[in-house]
């Protein structure tokens, strides 16, 4: 929630537009897709794939070898999807009433880059998610019950779900140039879908450690 809060002060106070906040909650995405990377690498998982309907448990070699093949496939299946997600998103901030041309994410990210206020917020979201890394995955044991294979597919009930809503919103926020007030609360409803996903990605995982 707090991370989010950064963005309706970069509206409030840093000039930002409706195309900052989505384009902020794109790199996101990439966020959350490096935190999943990084808990595959960790995962201890006791069973799994075709072992845990045998009620085998995977030898070290095993499980090294799940990750070796698994870890890489999610970077590069999520990192196309990013990409892809970038790109038209990136076409559509960047319109102006003439055709664009490929490769608009490039630019468009490394100008984000280069605003310190934005990097801010980017610091913002990835310490938040980083302290859910921490004090869940890590300092709860989430890590010690999760299945390999489902956690190639994690991000993408919450990613899809909100790259939807931020692209539909945001851009109907921008079509009717939308005022402060109606700005911050469509982040307001962001932060509600946020804290919708996290609440069930925990309890799902509470419910296998238990």
């Not at 970038?86 to 076409?91: I, K, M, V």
């Not at 911050?184 to 409803?189: K, L, R, S, T």
Request: hydrophobic content about 55%; proline content about 4%; some cysteine.
């Amino acid at each position: 929630m707090a991370a989010n809060l950064v963005l309706i002060a970069g509206i409030a106070f840093w000039g930002w537009t409706v195309r900052d906040v989505v384009f902020l909650y794109f790199i996101e995405t990439v966020i959350v897709g490096a935190y999943n990377a990084l808990a595959m690498l960790i995962a201890q998982p006791y069973q799994m794939g075709w072992m845990r309907r045998q009620g085998i448990a995977p030898s070290g070699f095993e499980l090294l070898a799940s990750k070796l093949f698994q870890v890489p496939v999610f970077i590069l299946h999520y990192g196309f999807f990013c990409y892809i997600n970038g790109e038209l998103l990136s076409s559509l901030i960047l319109f102006n009433g003439t055709p664009q041309g490929a490769n608009t994410l490039r630019p468009l990210l490394a100008s984000t880059l280069h605003d310190p206020h934005a990097l801010v917020a980017i610091a913002a979201m990835t310490v938040s998610h980083g302290y859910s890394f921490f004090r869940n995955y890590l300092g709860r044991g989430e890590y010690l019950h999760v299945d390999l294979k489902a956690m190639t597919e994690r991000p993408y009930k919450r990613v899809i779900v909100t790259s939807l809503f931020v692209m539909g919103g945001g851009f109907a926020l921008f079509a009717f140039n939308s005022p402060l007030m109606f700005v911050a609360v469509f982040v307001v409803i962001k932060i509600v879908v946020d804290a919708y996903y996290h609440l069930a990605e925990r309890k799902a995982l509470a419910e296998r450690t238990a």
